[in-house]
């Protein structure tokens, strides 16, 4: 870029495990690019010295899971020119959204020593539910490919290239036979593109850990995992991980229950 | 040419060298991955020796055979059209100079390939893909190269599929042209043998460094019996005639309702397909705003993106996306190039993960024309 001021970065944390920032800073090759094409305002877990606002791209990771946090979100939006979220947390509440299936508090009871130090929503939310979030990227955690391109992308002013399939079209077009159809359950076919394909690479059927793909069946893949032999929990289980709050998971998950294994 | 002659086992090592030594990259069947596929090869101990597939729809496995075949399977999950059309090319890069830009072009196919083990199928599907890339008005350079380039030694099947019916679509089992060389494996308590047509020039100075023999009547006769076994034995069938007009008059069938609640739209169908040939372009930029980069990639009718005009997606509907496919492939694809787009081979069948049977669909719109009329408007 040859204008004079560098575009601002800033990246945020919510309720994550700091993963997807972490794929940020795993840029090794792009890392000098991406410092000489903007200038990294504010990265804590990079730099602890931080410029102040506003901000030309904000990546926003994790879910509000506090009410503090469903403040903080509001004057991370009011900073940010253009906001994009990172990773399953912050696009769909992230794993910590298991609690939107149960109380709370028996979650908090059973973990923490002292449960009255503990202030947290009933629920874990992506950040959508709360601002206008101007991209959404995926994955638990993200593809570094990925967000260089979509990094790139603003830079340049177009539309990120991120496919929106099903993960079955980077299994073929890297040429894995189809764990599914030789006896593996598999959520590549309901799950969203970019990953590559890794876990069928390995012989390993897909955990949906980039979320629900832009038209999923559900319900078809849950009735061929049936066949496969899964029973119920086992297909409640699947859809309940990582993305388990995106709506289509959601829904699916709440049509199987333990009701075929008891305890 | 026209030629058959007969090579012993040891004489398809032979030919694997005389390939190698001709310069080429040698691609043929291999187990990897729990499947036969395609990959390259440097030797005969890479073939599937003694290995069979067992395929239903969405069902597939390998199990042992009684003898040592090197070609006693059908077809697996990869098709050539990898090697001939791959799923991932860089068409351009630009990169910004002093004073503009400078486009260079994408990559030339590098290597030679020669092809062992190509069923009638296939062949058939390769001739399609050459309607195409090749004979069409905009042709594709590189496609053309690297066909140009390949040599095709085809195999006869000697046992049918569950999921195959070349028989319906006259796309095989017996090889009738196209290729180089074409084999038959001659395989009984006494002899591993493989009968061999020529079929090229090139074909025929390979030959010349490959030990054999005349064939015998006997040798003919065998492999005459092993292909007719194989035609007997198809797993399945499709009724083409007036199948086109069926599918063309039938937009608002109630089966394609009755197919989208089982589709996933994951467009694995479109992937395996030998034919099947559409592509996608993506633009990428590089951080620093210097170089771009066009790369094209397979697609497939099943994605939103592919139909995404201005304002939206064209087939939104799960069942507009899957009636789309179908009737391409078996009907509109005559009109646009006077073939069927469909040669039987099965691979959309088995390698559905729900199990969507390409002959089933068809048959039931074929057969129950008047379910046509009752409409479904919504969702188109």
């Not at chain 2, 038959?184 to 009968?195: P, V, Y």
């Not at chain 2, 069926?246 to 994951?266: I, K, M, S």
């Amino acid at each position: 870029m040859s204008s004079a001021r560098k575009p601002k970065l800033a990246v945020w944390k919510f309720a994550s495990c700091d993963g997807c920032q972490l794929s940020l800073l795993d840029c090794e090759d792009e890392l000098l690019d991406l410092a000489g094409a903007v200038s990294i305002a504010n990265f804590l877990e990079a730099s602890s010295a931080v410029q102040p606002g506003p901000y030309d791209l904000s990546l926003v990771e994790g879910s509000i899971t506090t009410s503090h946090d469903a403040e903080r979100i509001h004057k991370v939006r009011r900073q940010s020119k253009y906001l994009v979220t990172i990773g399953a947390c912050a696009t769909a509440g992230g794993i910590q959204a298991l609690r939107n299936f149960a109380d709370v508090n028996d979650f908090i009871a059973a973990v923490y020593a002292s449960p009255q130090y503990i202030s947290t929503l009933a629920t874990s939310t992506p950040i959508s539910a709360h601002v206008k979030v101007d991209y959404e990227l995926r994955g638990c955690p993200i593809d570094k490919g990925q967000l260089i391109e979509v990094i790139a992308a603003f830079l340049a002013g177009r539309k990120p290239a991120v496919a929106a399939h099903s993960v079955c079209i980077e299994c073929k077009q890297r040429g894995t036979p189809c764990v599914m159809v030789q006896g593996t359950p598999c959520l590549g076919p309901v799950t969203h593109a970019g990953c590559g394909a890794l876990c069928p690479s390995y012989r390993r059927g897909c955990y949906g850990c980039f979320g629900p793909m832009e038209t999923p069946n559900t319900a078809a893949l849950a009735r061929e995992w049936q066949a496969l032999g899964a029973i119920s929990r086992d297909i409640q289980r699947a859809f309940r991980t990582f993305n388990a709050a995106a709506e289509p998971f959601r829904k699916e998950s709440t049509a199987h229950g333990d009701q075929d294994h008891p305890g | 040419m026209g030629t058959n002659v007969t090579i012993a086992r040891d004489g398809l090592q032979a030919l694997i060298e005389a390939l190698r030594a001709d310069g080429r990259e040698v691609i043929g069947p291999t187990v990897r991955e729990g499947a036969i596929i395609y990959d390259a090869i440097r030797d005969i101990a890479d073939l599937p020796a003694g290995w069979t597939d067992r395929q239903e729809a969405g069902r597939y496995g390998l199990e042992q055979r009684a003898d040592g075949a090197l070609f006693g399977y059908t077809v697996g999950p990869h098709a050539w059209k990898q090697f001939l059309f791959p799923a991932r090319e860089t068409l351009w890069t630009m990169r910004r100079t002093g004073d503009g830009a400078e486009v260079t072009d994408g990559a030339t196919p590098a290597s030679r390939h020669a092809f062992i083990g190509v069923r009638s199928c296939e062949l058939h599907a390769i001739a399609i893909q050459d309607k195409v890339f090749v004979s069409g008005p905009y042709p594709d350079t590189n496609y053309r190269a690297r066909r140009a380039d390949a040599f095709i030694v085809a195999v006869n099947c000697g046992q049918a599929g569950n999921t195959c019916f070349c028989v319906s679509m006259r796309t095989g089992p017996k090889v009738e042209g196209g290729f180089d060389l074409s084999l038959t494996e001659l395989l009984d308590d006494t002899r591993h043998d493989f009968l061999i047509a020529i079929g090229s020039e090139a074909g025929a100075a390979i030959m010349q460094h490959v030990p054999h023999r005349p064939a015998t009547a006997a040798d003919l006769s065998a492999a005459d019996s092993a292909v007719a076994r194989a035609a007997a034995g198809i797993g399945r069938h499709l009724q083409t005639e007036g199948l086109k007009q069926a599918l063309q008059a039938a937009p608002e069938h109630r089966r394609w309702d009755e197919v989208a609640a089982r589709c996933l739209t994951c467009g694995n169908c479109t992937m395996v397909c030998p034919t099947c040939f559409c592509t996608t372009v993506r633009d990428h930029t590089d951080l620093a705003g210097n170089t771009a980069r066009r790369v094209r990639e397979w697609d497939s009718c099943f994605t939103l993106d592919f139909s995404y005009i201005h304002g939206g997606s064209v087939r939104h509907a799960p069942r507009a996306r899957y009636r789309q496919w179908l009737t391409h492939k078996l009907a509109n694809w005559i009109d646009q190039f006077g073939t069927s787009g469909c040669v039987g081979c099965g691979r959309c069948i088995t390698w559905c993960p729900v199990g969507i049977d390409i002959t089933e669909e068809a048959a039931a719109i074929a057969n129950a024309p008047a379910a046509a009329r009752e409409a479904h408007h919504e969702g188109a």
